[in-house]
């Protein structure tokens, strides 16, 4: 079982910048951040997977970059240009699957962080 742990939201104004971390307790082989808003369902925002490819959400792409870092087995969420409609709890994700069939759908991963906030305000 592998254990996520997210670090790394708070509030910021809008425009501003955030970047979040995910620490895995061992080898992970596609991850990907979620996130959730008041009132909304959950929703990709970024996933990385076949060792370096990238896939973004409609609503973040352009302003949100997702990394991975094998060696540190930490995978990162640099947020960029941040409006209140990026407010939500993200959490982070991570699978064994190389290529996952969908990559921004939640269904495919098996292991969880257990979420951290992000607040921006206009």
């Known amino acids: 079982q592998v254990q996520l742990v997210e670090s790394g939201g708070g509030s910021v104004q809008a425009g501003g910048s955030l970047r979040l971390s995910c620490a895995a307790s061992?080898?992970?082989?596609?991850s990907a951040w979620f996130r959730q808003g008041p009132g909304k369902e959950r929703s990709g925002v970024a996933a990385?997977?076949?060792?370096?490819?990238?896939e973004y959400g409609d609503s973040v792409k352009g302003r949100f970059t997702i990394s991975q870092d094998n060696a540190k087995k930490t995978v990162y969420l640099q947020m960029n240009n941040l409006n209140p409609e990026d407010t939500a709890i993200y959490y982070c994700?991570?699978?064994?699957?190389?290529?996952?069939?969908?990559?921004?759908?939640?269904?495919?991963?098996?292991?969880w962080g257990q979420g951290t906030q992000v607040t921006v305000s206009s």
């Open positions: 994700a991570a699978d064994n699957s190389l290529i996952p069939p969908n990559p921004l759908v939640g269904k495919w991963y098996h292991y």
């Open positions: 061992d080898t992970i082989y596609s």
């Open positions: 990385t997977y076949g060792g370096g490819m990238t």
